[in-house]
């Protein structure tokens, strides 16, 4: 960032990354991510590890999890126009709480698909809302850089999910418990209440 900040020419201008949409996209990005690790993460392991699915069987059990990943962009989409991007991104998340809370609280197979489905619609919903904000208050010629910037955020979430949620759910994947699985999603379910009321009190009210 001081090697950026003394360039010439920088490759990331300062400017764009301290843009209020752009953090606001960065960071929507940032917990998406986190929050879609979360899922696959635990889910794995839960129906793997703890309840012996094979492999084939904990794919076929994600499939609406890739199915209510894309209808909430899709929906995303369509209301992003009607609601705007403060109200949409607070409300992925607030799905995404729900959801998780549902698995965590309610831990079964059944639960842990249901919940985990349901999140998968909220994070579908942020995808569309972090580019969306991120991207929309950019010259054309900064899409380039700020759409690179919002990857690699995007990478980062994934990081810290899967650190975060393994260090939570240490007890349950080492072991027969499942309390760790409660834990972790649970704790993500509370990161997702809180990022909402973050989203809402930092998305300017200008953008659409």
């Given at each position: 960032m001081l090697r950026q900040r003394r360039a010439a020419t920088p490759l990331v201008s300062m400017e764009l990354l301290a843009r209020q949409p752009v953090v606001v996209g960065i960071f929507?990005?940032?917990?998406?991510?986190?929050?879609?690790?979360a899922?696959?993460?635990?889910?794995?392991?839960?129906?793997?590890?703890?309840?012996?699915?094979?492999?084939?069987?904990?794919?076929?059990l994600f499939l609406p999890v890739a199915i209510a990943t894309m209808a909430g962009a899709n929906a995303a989409g369509r209301l992003v126009a009607k609601l705007g991007l403060r109200a949409l991104g607070a409300t992925g998340l607030l799905v995404g709480a729900a959801g998780l809370a549902l698995a965590g609280l309610l831990l079964s197979p059944?639960?842990?698909?249901?919940?985990?489905?349901?999140?998968?619609?909220?994070?579908?919903?942020?995808?569309?809302?972090?580019?969306?904000?991120?991207?929309?208050?950019?010259?054309?010629?900064?899409?380039?850089?700020?759409?690179?910037?919002?990857?690699?955020?995007?990478?980062?979430g994934a990081s810290a999910g899967?650190?975060?949620?393994?260090?939570?759910?240490?007890?349950?994947?080492?072991?027969?418990?499942t309390s760790g699985f409660t834990a972790a999603l649970v704790v993500a379910a509370?990161?997702?209440?809180?990022?909402?009321?973050?989203?809402?009190?930092?998305?300017?009210?200008t953008t659409t």
């Open positions: 929507l990005i940032f917990m998406a991510t986190a929050l879609m690790v899922v696959f993460f635990l889910g794995s392991f839960y129906f793997q590890q703890h309840l012996g699915y094979n492999p084939i069987l904990t794919g076929l059944v639960a842990a698909v249901i919940g985990v489905a349901i999140a998968a619609a909220g994070t579908g919903v942020l995808f569309v809302v972090a580019s969306a904000t991120a991207l929309g208050s950019v010259a054309p010629e900064e899409a380039g850089v700020a759409s690179g910037v919002v990857s690699t955020f995007h990478e980062f899967a650190a975060v949620m393994s260090s939570v759910a240490a007890v349950s994947l080492t072991g027969g418990t509370g990161a997702a209440v809180v990022a909402a009321v973050i989203t809402t009190i930092i998305t300017p009210r």
